[in-house]
């Protein structure tokens, strides 16, 4: 059942590939399969069938899982990450999606270099200033992430969004595709570390549309593991 969505949701973006008019069609694209609120049976059944990227959006529910799951995984954090939790966080994830401020960022450059890493993030990007939304707006990106080059435990490889949640998905696309236009953009700084090299957008309701506008990571929970239960 796991399975059969997860190779459904692959094939759809391999389509949506093919069907791209502005992006090179050959462009990869990696699925991270969203597992929040889904158990460590759950996760097995994705992983056995292909996957190899799990995204989480609490701090402890993927500590818990960190500590259980006995399948090698890439770790995605995705959600909202409180400053007092980027001690845990760098131990745990390998990609951290949501860094939306420069505090945050000090904070996650700090705890990192305790323990004698440099952690991997995006910087969310509120393309669409949603008050409901965290992250940074396009007027202030600049700012952030010339600051965050200079972090010394921080690599910056690229910017993430999350597109609102309109009634006609069709109503993305300019989104998406001013994102695509930023991202493009910000590759061609010369960064002294940074490697600017995802750009994550993409869930369930608006991947097809977001792959073919340029996204080439996307973060999709519902169509592989069903309805989440609160
Ligand atoms: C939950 C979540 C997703 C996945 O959402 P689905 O609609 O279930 O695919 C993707 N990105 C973020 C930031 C999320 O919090």
């Not at 991997?120 to 200033?129: E, P, R």
Request: with cysteine; aromatic share 6%; proline share 4%.
């Amino acid at each position: 059942m796991i399975a059969d969505k997860f190779h459904e949701v692959e094939a759809k973006i391999k389509e949506s590939m093919q069907r791209r008019t502005r992006v090179p069609k050959d462009a990869p694209v990696t699925l991270i399969a969203v597992t929040k609120n889904h158990d460590v049976a759950a996760m097995r059944e994705a992983i056995d069938a292909g996957a190899v990227e799990v995204g989480e959006n609490r701090i402890q529910e993927a500590k818990e899982k960190y500590e259980t799951l006995d399948r090698p995984v890439t770790w995605h954090l995705i959600g909202h990450l409180q400053t007092n939790k980027a001690k845990v966080a760098v131990k745990l994830f390998d990609l951290i999606h949501s860094v939306d401020t420069v505090h945050l960022a000090k904070a996650i450059d700090k705890e990192a270099g305790k323990i004698g890493k440099v952690q991997d993030i995006l910087v969310q990007v509120n393309l669409a200033k949603e008050e409901s939304k965290s992250g940074v707006y396009k007027e202030d990106l600049q700012e952030m992430l010339d600051l965050v080059d200079t972090l010394p435990n921080i690599r910056l490889c690229g910017l993430m969004c999350i597109a609102p949640n309109y009634e006609n998905v069709e109503d993305c696309r300019p989104l998406f595709r001013e994102m695509y236009g930023i991202y493009q953009k910000v590759k061609e700084i010369p960064y002294k570390t940074a490697n600017i090299k995802y750009l994550s957008m993409g869930m369930t309701h608006d991947y097809p549309i977001a792959v073919e506008e340029g996204a080439n990571m996307v973060r999709v929970g519902t169509a592989i593991f069903g309805p989440r239960q609160y």
